[in-house]
């Protein structure tokens, strides 16, 4: 197959980074897509466009830290929009503990040498998915709250027919959460977002949950392996260290940090390489448990299946395929001839 459509939504983040890196560079001819190809659905991406989320910093930082990865990676033709700046009825809430300051704390990264496009990023975003042949269904991956994409749905049904799927990072279908008891950070941060995106009748909702994302970690083999050379390389290495620091100090991982977000990317690019279970899965938006993705694990509730949800993902396919991209971007970066 060739390059698949995809928009990312994101809230960078150094996890976010990296799966920006993925979506970039994630074409057709890289070796693991290639080796794949026996299963009929491995596919390139084609990325057309950014927007970014109040998350992981607020949606200005979010955004300008958008803009610098992909400065640092030569990809300036990708288009990038700012997105909401705040949840649709709860206050707002960052994560300074785990990204820093700037969102992408660690390294020095080059100023991007543009700004965000002037369109609000979900009018811009329903251009973008509407268009194109009808036959040719675009993907839209999320990796932090799903402020914008609830708007998109609301002032833009038709683009819930219009998609092919739709790919989020977040959830927990065990229960235990990252931010709350049992909730993850996304989702808690906008449940009322999330809950309208769950119940908007999406044939293909892919959740990609903690339980899976808790075991791609960046361990200091991997660090050694694909983070070491270049200054391109040595950067993004500055970046997994102080994710590395910050996941030691707030949760203890002592083995290196989850790379979550990119795990979404990379179902979109070899989705064969999950093990998947069809399951109703709702919202709560009370006080207690806000946030939590309620999972229907032996369909007691007696409602429809309505998310895909990923149990299991290949740890070493997909870090063979991030160290792919990772070494296509390096080829390019022009922090490397400075």
């Known amino acids: 197959m060739g390059k698949k459509r995809v928009w990312l939504d994101c809230d ?29 659905d491995s596919r390139g991406i084609d990325l057309i466009g950014v927007s970014t989320v109040c998350g992981n910093q607020t949606v200005e930082k979010t955004t300008d830290n958008a803009l610098r990865m992909l400065n640092l990676i030569d990809r300036n033709d990708v288009p990038v929009y700012r997105g909401a700046d705040k949840p649709l009825t709860r206050p707002k809430r960052n994560c300074p503990e785990i990204h820093g300051e700037s969102g992408l704390d660690g390294p020095d990264i080059p100023a991007a040498t543009r700004g965000a496009q002037p369109t609000p990023a979900v009018v811009a975003m329903a251009e973008a998915l509407l268009s194109g042949d009808p036959a040719d269904k675009p993907t839209l991956v999320a990796t932090g709250a799903l402020t914008n994409v609830a708007l998109l749905f609301s002032v833009y049904p038709e683009v819930i027919h219009r998609l092919d799927e739709l790919v989020i990072m977040g959830g927990a279908y065990q229960g235990l959460g990252n931010t709350g008891p049992t909730s993850e950070f996304n989702i808690q941060c906008d449940p009322e977002a999330a809950h309208i995106v769950f119940e908007a009748g999406l044939k293909n909702l892919v959740m990609v949950p903690l339980e899976v994302t808790h075991t791609v970690l960046v361990t200091p083999e991997i660090r050694n392996k694909y983070f070491k ?88 396919t997909f870090w063979k395929t991030m160290a792919e991209t990772v070494a296509e971007a390096d080829k390019v970066s022009p922090i490397n001839s400075k």
Do not use: W
Not at 22 to 30: C, E, H, M, T
Not at 229 to 245: A, C, I, N, Q, V
Not at 293 to 310: F, I
């Open 229 to 316: 050379g270049s200054r391109f390389r040595l950067l993004l290495d500055e970046l997994m260290h102080f994710f590395e620091e910050s996941y030691k100090k707030v949760f203890g991982f002592e083995k290196g940090p989850p790379l979550h977000d990119p795990v979404a990317v990379f179902y979109v690019m070899l989705p064969a390489m999950f093990k998947t279970k069809r399951m109703r899965v709702d919202i709560d938006c009370g006080q207690l448990c806000a946030g939590t993705t309620v999972c229907d694990h032996y369909g007691m509730s007696g409602k429809e299946p309505n998310v895909t949800v990923c149990t299991k993902v290949d740890v070493d």
């Open 12 to 40: 960078p983040g150094h996890d976010d980074a990296m799966a920006i890196i993925l979506a970039a560079y994630g074409n057709p001819d890289i070796p693991s897509i290639n080796r794949f190809r026996e299963y009929g």
